[in-house]
């Protein structure tokens, strides 16, 4: 059965301070991870990473994707308290159209 | 529309009341997806539709859950017989996704179910 397993389960922060969030899966015929951003309800799309070792970039968010190590990491550089959410990260197979989500990290970022 | 939307927003259900929970999918988005979420948890994928095949439903819990897509646009998941544990927030997601692996999922705000 695909896993995904996100750490830590929660964080708490500063304003400015810099965050890295991890996420490591087992999945069957792994085809891309996905990050989302979930504020109150609908999860919002923030990357999603095919190749190993490519990083994707948007403002002072980035990702990066290890195929060898089954792992991902989003980092977020001079959080403000608008960064607060859950963080999901997701996979999906090759084979199927499905995301299979972590819990997900809960973001806090204190002013 | 310029997004996903699902109606109600809320629904509060007494134990054994069948429930409807609707999912409008982005304009001409050919995938879509149910999730169901429970508090503290990451969404848990429960079935899928291409058009208005339901191609994968291996997600739904019970026999109590049902999902249509009758004209390969609008979604429709009905609960019957509603009990406790299937309190949790209903997502729908859509996307472009025409085969098989990974596109971008769209998700709609969802449907939060209360059941006393």
């Known amino acids: 059965e695909d896993k995904v397993v996100q750490s830590p389960l929660s964080l708490v922060v500063h304003e400015g301070d810099t965050v890295t969030l991890n996420c490591s899966y087992e999945v069957t015929n792994f085809r891309s991870l996905l990050w989302y951003k979930q504020e109150k309800k609908a999860p919002t799309f923030l990357f999603m990473l095919?190749?190993?070792?490519i990083e994707k970039k948007s403002g002072r968010l980035s990702s990066i994707l290890d195929k060898k190590e089954l792992f991902s990491i989003l980092n977020i550089t001079a959080t403000q308290t608008g960064d607060s959410a859950v963080y999901l990260c997701?996979?999906?197979?090759?084979?199927?159209?499905?995301?299979?989500f972590g819990a997900g990290t809960i973001l806090r970022v204190k002013s | 529309g310029a997004g996903v939307s699902q109606s109600p927003r809320y629904k509060v259900a007494k134990r054994g009341q069948d429930v409807a929970l609707r999912c409008d999918p982005i304009s001409g988005h050919v995938s879509l997806f149910w999730y169901q979420q429970a508090l503290g948890q990451g969404p848990e994928f429960l079935t899928y539709?291409?058009?208005?095949?339901?191609?994968?439903k291996s997600g739904l819990p019970s026999d109590r859950f049902f999902a249509e897509r009758p004209e390969g646009s609008v979604s429709t998941l009905k609960i019957q017989r509603t009990q406790q544990e299937d309190s949790a927030v209903y997502l729908c997601?859509?996307?472009?996704?025409?085969?098989?692996?990974?596109?971008?999922?769209?998700f709609g705000p969802g449907t939060r179910l209360t059941v006393l």
């Open positions: 539709f291409q058009n208005e095949a339901q191609l994968d």
């Open positions: 997601a859509s996307s472009l996704a025409l085969g098989e692996g990974g596109n971008e999922q769209f």
């Open positions: 997701a996979s999906i197979s090759e084979y199927g159209n499905k995301l299979v």
């Open positions: 095919t190749s190993s070792g």
